[in-house]
């Protein structure tokens, strides 16, 4: 591990928005007011599966403060055609239709038509009074029952595409892909013990507490303005311009402080609809989803159906791994299985080994990434079956880890072969921490392991960074804040420049002040967003030494930059004394950088877990929980245990709680925070956290990025520790006391 | 015909007045007629708490009272905690254990937290994890929230416990 010192990576600076959001006075999405407002609501489908027959918006338009109605026959008449926004290939008509159904409804939530009024009260009661005629169709709700021969089909023009080539099959199956290594069959041969098991994951949601929001105006001079709360403000940009057939330099997108996402917040729902009412109405209209709306109209994380299979010899060392991996893309195609497939193998050495991905088509809401989107699912599979086949072998579960652990030039299925990765470490975290010696008495008690991956994304981010004259720099970024990364990006430049992190004021701003910049998410912002802080506050350095030279009568090259002050032969200045006088040597100086690094480091994450298992009525208690994880370098301790903790916390209600609890009709039946539970204050003990430093070498200050591969061991953890606590092996998520007093009275 | 109700209530220590349908909620009154945008919006079924405020002493989810039941009420919200450009001690203590990320759940959690070291300077960390369970979080994971109110606690008791018992 590296040994260089900082000053300032790797101390805990008070965020630089902390005092607005504590005292009330940061402006999220909602809070925007402005003249002429006027507030839109939506109308939304009470069938899972139904032909539109007809849509009379009369009644809606007469009522008394209603403004405009609009339904998907106001998007721009251009047809529809193949557009890529990022994330592979997709037909235009998918992305409008999830804004505004046309022709059909594929969820039950699905939006139908929207309203402009006075107040968001006639806003919602002429949204009641659109009449929509359906004709109800047949729904199909899971994976297996939709990749059925005969199931009703949701597209008619969905054609399945097989290894990477198009056929002409239409299916509910969007896609299957395979990635195959070494000889799957000599493989399971030379195994002692083959275990295969099969594992059900229910659709959850990211559940943050803001719920989506965007307020737009289509102004005299043809520009469309955008408030809105979004992971990616040029996500937005980009995608209502194309929706909206305009060019994206007519979009301006303002993102405003984001209360939460989870990769919830990349998509776009409301952006389109509030533009075409604002087209309409020539005035601004913001549109606030309910927490229904939030829950039935948005993307939750896919549901699964995963078939899992490992063999090993007597040792404990793998031989061959199989996996099937059936997620539910919801509405359209994009289930985010191939991230499974990425990470569903990924902490272990295995020789031979055969991934299978469908991405399958479902009557619920479309999905969306939610915090290492599809590895959790994958991760309860197979960590599961690995602590089942130490419990055979008769070995402590984190040797036989190690033991098969991915290493430094491991190669896995999907084709990547490992650069410097933090598996072994973080395994070797695990077993030297106290928590995992510490002794766990009283019945029913038992203690889990598990251990997840996530692989990261790099994606471009742009930055500027000016200096002021009283020795502070303004950092200009585009990378929308959720946890604290103004500050985890701040203090990068902070370190290049040698000045404290309180002196670098960073702003996130608009899509026409800043060069394009990806999502916050992927893990990215601290890694990608603090690399351009970091090239950025370089070129400010580069700069200041030619001011320096030109000062002493010297060449730049003879000035260099140590410990916050430029030096030459004779003399000294510090960054401050330097620039307060650059008016007098040439003006100005801004440093600006664009990067799209390729270095990406991924993270693996593990977790100890105590649970006691209430046989009575099977609920199931966290004692304790200790998160492990390597960052990389982790430029704010607290803000890097801030991503474990909150990951480890989502992983636990997903493991114990959270699900969409379907209707045979595809109603979702706990659509409001009180039925859809999610853990409180009450429900957990401290999150103990102990951070690993295996420096990324693909970046300069060695950061992987940690939001998200703490969230993929708990459940697999959890169902470790029920199996130790009870006896009997959880294959369902979630692992609430119904599922689990099923399996306790199978057992007795 | 008359549509609005008068209301006259105390919002941080000023009387206010201001017209209200009588539907419109006490969240929709502090937010959309007062501009007292701090207390957010999570579910408006009482359910997340994020628009937590003190309603006479009570905490109460502001989506659940109608803005004409605050007439002749004290409401305290998030903006009336700071003292002028002076913190309130939770508000300091947020900062300095990194219990916030994204924030919109924060300024209930602040109002709650007040009301319970109002009530009780010295709590246990279970009864912060009781009286804390009506708001919900989904970032932090309540570790460092549940860690700032016990320092705000401390901190409280050392600078104006002893005098509060005299």
């Known amino acids: ?748 | 015909m008359q549509k609005k109700m008068h209301v006259t209530a105390t919002i941080n220590g000023e009387v206010q007045e201001f017209l209200c349908e009588p539907r419109q909620s006490l969240l929709e009154c502090l937010r959309d007629i007062l501009h007292l945008t701090g207390t957010k919006e999570g579910c408006n079924d009482g359910n997340c708490g994020s628009c937590t405020v003190l309603m006479d002493g009570r905490l109460v989810t502001s989506c659940l009272v109608l803005g004409p039941e605050a007439s002749g009420a004290e409401i305290v919200t998030v903006e009336g905690l700071a003292r002028g450009r002076e913190l309130h001690p939770l508000q300091k203590a947020f900062l300095e254990q990194a219990a916030l990320q994204c924030g919109v759940c924060t300024p209930g959690f602040l109002v709650a937290a007040k009301a319970l070291l109002d009530r009780e300077p010295q709590p246990s960390e279970q009864r912060i994890r009781w009286w804390l369970a009506n708001n919900l979080c989904r970032c932090t994971g309540y570790d460092k929230i549940v860690r700032a109110v016990q320092q705000a606690a401390a901190e409280l008791a050392a600078t104006q416990g002893g005098m509060n018992r005299l």
């Open chain 1, 1 to 748: 591990m590296s040994t260089q010192s900082y000053q300032v990576i790797g101390t805990r600076p008070i965020r630089h928005d902390g005092v607005d959001k504590v005292t009330g006075r940061a402006l999220y999405g909602a809070d925007i007011q402005m003249a002429g407002l006027l507030h839109g609501a939506i109308l939304r489908s009470p069938h899972a599966h139904a032909r539109i027959r007809s849509i009379n918006t009369s009644k809606a338009e007469a009522l008394a403060g209603v403004k405009a109605v609009v339904t998907a026959a106001d998007f721009p008449p251009t047809g529809d055609r193949i557009v890529d926004l990022g994330e592979g290939e997709t037909p235009l008509s998918y992305i409008r239709g999830n804004i505004l159904a046309s022709g059909k409804v594929l969820y039950r939530g699905h939006a139908v038509a929207a309203v402009a009024a006075t107040s968001p009260h006639i806003a919602a009661e002429a949204a009641s009074l659109i009449e929509v005629e359906y004709e109800p169709l047949p729904c199909v709700l899971t994976a297996p029952e939709a990749m059925r021969p005969g199931a009703p089909l949701l597209h008619e023009d969905l054609k399945t595409k097989e290894f990477g080539q198009q056929t002409d099959r239409v299916s509910n199956i969007a896609e299957h892909f395979r990635h195959s290594l070494g000889d799957l069959e000599k493989g399971f041969a030379e195994a002692d013990i083959v275990l295969e098991r099969e594992f059900h994951t229910a659709t959850v949601h990211q559940g943050y507490i803001e719920p989506h929001n965007a307020t737009a105006l289509w102004n005299n001079d043809g520009r469309l303005l955008i408030w809105c709360s979004t992971q990616g403000a040029f996500v937005v940009r980009d995608t209502t311009a194309c929706i909206l057939d305009l060019p994206v330099s007519q979009v301006k997108v303002t993102p405003m402080e984001i209360g939460g996402g989870f990769g919830g917040k990349i998509p776009v729902y409301l952006e389109p609809v509030a533009a075409l009412l604002s087209k309409k109405t020539g005035r601004p209209v913001k549109i606030v989803m309910s927490r229904k709306e939030v829950f039935e109209g948005t993307g939750p994380t896919p549901g699964s159906f995963i078939r899992i299979k490992i063999g090993a010899k007597r040792d404990g060392r793998f031989t061959a791994a199989q996996a099937d991996l059936a997620y539910e893309a919801g509405a359209y195609p994009g289930a985010m299985v191939g991230a499974g497939a990425m990470t569903v193998f990924a902490a272990y050495d295995i020789p031979n080994v055969t991934i299978d991905g469908y991405d399958v088509v479902v009557n619920k809401p479309s999905t969306a990434a939610y915090r290492a989107p599809g590895a959790t699912n994958a991760a309860f599979a197979t960590e599961t079956v690995v602590d089942e086949i130490a419990e055979h072998l008769g070995l402590d579960p984190l040797d036989l880890r190690l033991k098969n652990a991915a290493k430094e030039g491991t190669r896995r299925a999907d084709g990547l072969k490992y650069r410097r990765i933090g598996c072994v470490e973080v395994l070797e975290a695990m077993k030297a921490h106290p928590h995992y010696r510490a002794p766990l008495e009283g019945a029913n008690r038992g203690r889990g392991v598990a251990i997840g991956y996530w692989f990261n994304a790099g994606l471009p981010s742009s930055c500027t960074i000016s200096v002021n004259a009283d020795g502070s720099v303004t950092l200009v970024e585009g990378s929308t804040d959720i946890g604290g990364t103004r500050t985890s990006v701040a203090m990068q430049a902070a370190e290049v420049l040698g000045i404290p992190a309180g002196s670098v004021h960073p702003v996130v701003v608009d899509t026409d002040s800043v060069g394009f910049t990806a999502v916050t998410g992927g893990s990215r912002t601290t890694f990608a967003t603090g690399w351009a802080a970091y090239e950025a506050a370089q070129d400010v350095l580069r700069q200041m030494k030619e001011r320096a030279a030109k000062l002493w009568g010297l060449e730049p090259s003879a000035v260099r930059f140590e410990g916050g002050h430029f030096r030459a032969s004779g003399h000294e200045i510090s960054f401050a004394e330097l620039a307060a006088r650059l008016a007098e040597t040439g003006g100005p100086v801004v440093g600006r950088a664009t990067v799209n690094p390729r270095g990406v480091g991924g993270s693996f994450a593990g977790c100890i877990v105590d649970v006691e298992v209430d046989p009575e009525t099977g609920k199931t208690s966290i004692l304790r929980f200790t998160s492990i994880q390597d960052a990389g370098r982790a430029i704010h301790p607290s803000y890097v245990e801030g991503q474990m903790q909150g990951g480890s916390v989502q992983g636990i209600g997903w493991a114990l709680n959270e699900e969409y609890f379907m209707g045979p009709d595809g109603e979702m039946r706990n659509s409001s925070l009180l039925d859809y539970r999610m853990p409180t204050a009450l429900d957990l003990p401290m999150i103990d956290t102990q951070i690993v430093e295996v420096p990324n070498p693909g970046h300069p200050f060695g950061v992987r990025g940690v939001g998200e591969a703490n969230i993929v061991p708990p459940p697999a953890a959890i169902a470790n520790a029920i199996y130790r606590a009870v006896g009997v092996r959880m294959r369902r998520l979630p692992m609430s006391p119904p599922n689990l007093m099923q399996e306790l009275w199978k057992k007795s």
